[in-house]
């Protein structure tokens, strides 16, 4: 019962002295979970957070207050449950009484739990995820449990962190608190309502369990009045209007990017407009338009917000953008009519319906919440300026063939049935006629004092990567308007870094890198440069430092499609003239890299970029974030081959360069689909990632257990072995996979969990490695064995048992192989490893066919399992034996 876990907080306090709610008033329940943080001058100032669970608040004290950078651990100490109608309380706590001071309502709104455990399960367990929607906080946050000295502390203390998403900062994190000063309910300062000044707070009212986000809990004039007052009113008087609820703010869903749009059905696809994007939000007649990063911009659009509102009270999403005389979205022309005030003859384009009225649409289906959409505007007669986006059930490739006949940008393919999801997901994405991206701008240049270009760049890890230079779609007047804006951030010191930074000439200025433009260019370059770029504007409503380059998502659920015979992607060039694959130039892509593929027909340098561009988006989800080394061979795999694991001068700046403890020489990573285009033009015949978790070098993310038989071993007994080890591994605990290694091998791989507070060592996992290899020859020494030797290895299988180092590197599933025959590592079902199973049927030629019709690794990430536990399963049966 909730009264009996409020007994703590009424013991504390003497509500004849303090006005704090004692409680006892039954709050009716909203239909989402509340949440509030309260400003508390007390002895020493801190911020209370407080979530709504099982009727009461769960209270923590944050010392520092909450921070919006990731990096940032803030303590805070969990205080007792506090009653729902405490949530509305904004005033002064007597002195001497429990926790006298100032109390400010400075923040509120809903929240929702994260991942597959209950909120209970989630905090029993000391790491509680949860996502807030406030008027100053948004996004996701998570609470650490720390270890207690129960001895010193009676108290429990735990750290409350911001994930990154879309509203995480990098640097001071803490200026939310300072940049918000006043009473989300009231506007006072914390000197006001000391000193009982100004409007008290608004009060929030409930009615059938629908709470307006907009007012404030307050035992005398909210929740617990609005209760009291119904119970009191005749029931013939019970019609009234009451507020709805309504967010101030909800995260945008976001667009996966895809090459082609997906073909099957259950998609819709929507023209993509070149704008910006707004959300719309109206209450009782009152409009405000947030962009994506939930900035207020109403008062840029004043006739947008003016036609807006004879609406309902709704939330709608959708993209502003001005029209050209064709009447086609036209971004400069926006950039122009917000630099000049010209606004009036902006459209709205609204695309989706998030709220109508109270009711919260999000979890409905796509194309219910259009209908809905559509018909609210009809029945409103609204304003041209307000316009239903249509959409379109065909292929995808004919609608976007149609659009960029148009001249438009590209399309936007939706699932029909899908709901409203906040962040990147795979139910949205977006392709495009024209490849466009946004950038940094960190120079520009001029010639004999006039404007050229611009030098821009993209962020990667912990610095600014050069990308190129800008230099076409400058008129005169985007000069004048952008030439003040450049001056103003003029510097001494160069913003890139990484390999392929620019040199400082004396024609350019550098630029602290503040202004992001949006660009359309034509692919890029072997060495990562965007080519025939072309300047459409600058963009506002994006941070600088959340500039990325665009990543295209792995193509769920969509046909892969196989190479082109040989030869025919070949006969409409001329001989040896340079290829585009994935926008990288491919130089000498005639010349032949294997003899064959057990076909009598060469493989190419372009055959080989085809063959990673037809299997990349399922090949980078594993060897993404990872250090990864490459065989090269320039000449072919007759000819002299080369081991590269560092990052060189002058590679492509697709490529990623990453630094790992113990080497001063930074290594190479591959984590774009078109870095596969940039390491085939190097003729990167061998991709060998380290088995670590991504992003995490020193920490181990996969067991790679490499099946390598001596001579006479047939391969029906290298299939049996490895089943054998698949059942060894489940009988841990583990789950595994399995693949050729393009020789005469398996490979058993097992993805691991990975415990964050305390990850498993390197030696630790090999030496579990180790153990079961052993356990393996142990019981079968005729068959296993783990000692290199090669005198000892006729008819038996050597269990390598050396790939868990930290260094240490395995092939990666659907990388081609050096050797004769243009082999591959190829990705396999259980089923499918039997005694008749031939590698040498996968070939680079074979593979992209044979993946659209594989079900192999669908549930690899689902696969991932404690290391730990295995590791004590082991040694009971390694004792037990």
Not at 39 to 50: E, F, Q, S, V
Not at 106 to 123: I, M, T
Not at 400 to 410: D, H, I, M, V
Request: charged share 30%; hydrophobic share 35%.
């Amino acid at each position: 019962m909730a009264s009996d876990r409020l007994s703590t907080y009424r013991s504390k306090r003497d509500f004849q002295k303090t006005a704090e709610p004692s409680g006892e008033t039954q709050i009716a329940r909203s239909n989402r979970r509340r949440f509030v943080i309260q400003k508390h001058d007390a002895t020493r100032l801190h911020y209370d957070l407080r979530l709504e669970l099982d009727g009461v608040f769960k209270s923590w004290a944050v010392t520092k207050g909450p921070s919006l950078d990731p990096h940032d651990k803030r303590l805070a100490v969990e205080v007792e449950d506090h009653p729902l109608d405490y949530g509305d309380f904004e005033g002064t706590i007597p002195k001497g009484q429990y926790g006298g001071g100032t109390v400010m309502l400075w923040d509120r709104g809903y929240w929702e739990p994260e991942g597959k455990k209950s909120p209970e399960q989630a905090l029993a367990k000391g790491d509680f995820k949860f996502t807030l929607e406030g008027k100053r906080l948004h996004g996701s946050f998570v609470l650490v449990r720390m270890r207690n000295d129960r001895e010193r502390s009676k108290r429990t203390n735990w750290l409350l962190i911001k994930h990154h998403d879309e509203f995480s900062v990098e640097e001071n994190g803490a200026a939310v608190l300072e940049e918000n000063n006043t009473s989300v309910a009231s506007g006072r300062t914390l000197e006001m309502i000391a000193a009982g000044k100004g409007r008290r707070p608004k009060p929030f009212m409930v009615e059938g369990g629908n709470v307006q986000a907009d007012a404030v809990w307050d035992s005398k004039q909210g929740l617990a009045a609005a209760k009291r007052k119904a119970a009191a009113r005749d029931h013939d008087e019970a019609d009234v209007v009451t507020p709805v609820d309504l967010p101030g703010f909800i995260a945008p869903q976001l667009c996966e990017t895809l090459e082609r749009p997906p073909a099957e059905e259950g998609w819709v696809h929507e023209i993509k407009f070149d704008g910006y994007r707004i959300q719309m939000r109206v209450l009782n007649g009152e409009v405000t338009l947030k962009t994506r990063k939930g900035l207020d911009w109403t008062a840029k659009y004043p006739e947008i917000a003016d036609a807006a509102s004879s609406l309902p009270d709704c939330i709608i999403d959708g993209e502003i953008c001005a029209l050209d005389e064709h009447g086609a979205p036209d971004f400069a022309a926006l950039q122009a009519a917000l630099s000049e005030g010209k606004t009036g003859d902006l459209v709205y384009f609204a695309f989706d319906l998030l709220y109508d009225g109270g009711e919260d649409l999000r979890s409905q289906p796509l194309i219910e919440r259009k209908a809905r959409l559509q018909a609210l505007l009809a029945e409103a007669g609204s304003d041209t300026r307000i316009r239903f986006v249509e959409h379109f059930e065909t292929g995808g490739d004919a609608v976007l063939r149609s659009a960029c006949k148009l001249s438009l940008e590209g399309i936007v393919s939706k699932r029909a049935d899908a709901p409203y999801q906040s962040g990147r997901t795979e139910t949205w994405a977006k392709s495009k006629c024209r490849a466009g991206h946004e950038v940094v701008i960190g120079a520009y240049a001029t010639t004999n004092g006039r404007f050229r270009s611009l030098l821009v760049g993209v962020h990667r890890d912990d610095h600014l990567v050069y990308v190129g230079r800008v230099g076409t779609g400058y008129g005169a007047k985007k000069i004048e308007t952008l030439l003040p804006k450049l001056k103003a951030l003029a510097t001494a010191k160069s913003p890139f870094g990484g390999i392929g930074a620019p040199k400082k000439v004396p024609e350019v200025t550098w630029l602290k890198p503040e202004l992001v433009a949006e660009i359309e260019f034509a692919g890029w370059t072997a060495d990562g440069l965007v080519r025939q770029a072309a300047f459409k504007g600058l963009r506002e409503d994006k941070p600088a430092k959340d500039v990325e380059a665009e990543r295209p998502a792995k193509i769920a659920k969509i046909d892969v499609p196989e190479p082109a015979p040989v030869g025919q992607h070949r006969s409409s060039r001329r001989k040896g003239a340079k290829v585009d694959v994935m926008g990288v130039l491919i130089s000498s892509p005639d010349k032949p890299l294997w003899p064959d593929a057990n076909d009598g027909e060469p493989v190419t340098k372009e055959d080989l970029a085809r063959y990673y561009e037809a299997v990349g988006s399922w090949m980078i989800e594993h060897i993404r974030g990872r250090p990864c080394s490459i065989i090269r061979a320039p000449d072919g795999i007759g000819g002299e081959q080369f081991f590269q694991r560092h990052a060189m001068p002058g590679q492509s700046n697709l490529l990623e360069v990453v630094k790992v403890f113990g080497d001063k020489k930074p290594y190479l990573q591959i984590d774009r689909v078109e870095g596969l285009a940039a390491v085939a033009q190097t003729a990167a015949l061998e991709l060998h990632p380290w088995n670590c978790e991504p992003g995490h070098p020193d920490v181990p993310g996969r067991l790679v257990f490499d099946l390598d038989p001596g001579p006479d071993v047939p391969f029906s007994t290298i299939v049996a072995a490895a089943r054998e080890m698949r059942d060894r591994l489940e009988e841990l605990g583990l789950i595994s996979f399995c693949k050729t290694t393009g020789g005469k091998g398996l490979h058993v791989v097992t993805p691991l969990a990975v415990n964050k507070r305390k990850p498993l060592s390197w030696p630790e996992a090999k030496g579990f490695a180790h153990e079961l290899c052993q356990k393996m020859a142990r019981d079968d020494p005729d068959l296993y064995l783990t000692k290199t030797t090669k005198s000892l290895r006729s008819g038996r299988i050597f269990l390598d048992y050396l790939r868990y180092d930290r260094m240490a590197t395995a092939v990666a599933p659907l990388s081609p192989r050096a050797r004769p025959g243009a082999t591959v590592s190829m990705p396999l079902t259980w089923t499918q490893v039997k005694s008749d199973l031939n590698p040498k049927r996968f070939t680079i030629r074979t593979v992209p066919g044979l993946l659209t019709s594989s079900s192999a690794w669908e549930d690899y990430s689902d696969g991932q399992r404690s290391l730990e536990q295995a590791i004590k399963r082991l040694g009971r049966s390694v004792k037990a034996a």
